[in-house]
Nanobody, 114 residues
Framework: VRLVESGGGLVQPGGSLRLSCVASGFSFSGFRMSWYRQAPGKDRELVASIGSAGGITDYAEAVKGRFTISRDNAKNTVYLQMNTLKPEDTAVYYC????????WGQGTQVTVSS
């Protein structure tokens, strides 16, 4: 099983980024996928999740209306479009799914700063 995130970087407040997570080693289209984030000194928190077919999504209150999770099962990829970024969105963002245990990628750093 492998999850590889990309797309992080440094962006000014109000800017946008699109994160990608390419999955391999399991039947991607059969699993709910999630994005988590962890800021320095804080616990890892759920940001957004999406059902296996992409029809059901959930978001943390802090990102509702600004972030959009989506997936392309043909490409084994889940995305996180992040708009109107705020300094408090600064964190390492992780891709995740659960099958008997949680699986994580290596994370991608997002820094929102002027």
């Amino acid at each position: 099983v492998r999850l590889v995130e990309s797309g992080g970087g440094l962006v000014q407040p109000g800017g946008s980024l699109r994160l990608s997570c390419v999955a391999s080693g399991f039947s991607f289209s059969g699993f709910r996928m999630s994005w988590y984030r962890q800021a320095p000194g804080k616990d890892r928190e759920l940001v957004a999740s999406i059902g296996s077919a992409g029809g059901i999504t959930d978001y943390a209150e802090a990102v509702k209306g600004r972030f959009t999770i989506s997936r392309d099962n043909a490409k084994n990829t889940v995305y996180l479009q992040m708009n109107t970024l705020k300094p408090e969105d600064t964190a390492v963002y992780y891709c995740n799914f659960v099958f008997l245990q949680p699986y994580w990628g290596q994370g991608t750093q997002v820094t929102v700063s002027s």
